[in-house]
């Protein structure tokens, strides 16, 4: 899976790298950060599916009744994940707010 973040702690992306990633077939995904804009292509994957493939590659398909998964995530690219290993894995949400929705089974405040 490709993913890029576009961060700046001045400013958001300017209009200019937006359109670029627009037109190389790219679309932006809401994000935590108010200065923030997640990217990727425009494919049926996410990191729910990728962490799945990446288990069942590496630890064959019983993998769940073989090995314990931690998940962390600190945005909303995250819960794609999360929603996936659900069931199977322990995960965090690092998230400051108690109004943001998860599906971790537990949030953290910070990652200190």
Same mark, same amino acid.
Request: proline share 6%.
């Given at each position: ?45 996410? *990191? #729910?599916? =990728? ?12 993998? +769940?009744?073989?090995? &314990? ?16 290993? *659900? #069931?199977? =894995? ?12 998860? +599906?971790?089974?537990? &949030? ?5």
């Amino acid at each position: 899976m490709i993913l890029s973040a576009l961060r700046s702690p001045e400013s958001p992306p300017s209009g200019a790298a937006i359109s670029a990633a627009e037109s190389a077939g790219n679309k932006a995904l809401p994000a935590s950060g108010d200065k923030d804009e997640r990217r990727k292509p425009p494919v049926a994957w996410d *990191k #729910g599916r =990728a962490s799945i493939y990446i288990l069942r590659t590496a630890f064959g398909v019983d993998w +769940s009744d073989r090995i &314990r998964i931690i998940y962390a995530g600190d945005d909303v690219t995250d819960e794609d994940a999360m929603q996936a290993l *659900k #069931g199977m =894995a322990f995960s965090f949400r690092v998230v400051s707010s108690n109004l943001t929705q998860t +599906s971790a089974n537990m &949030r953290l405040p910070s990652t200190d």
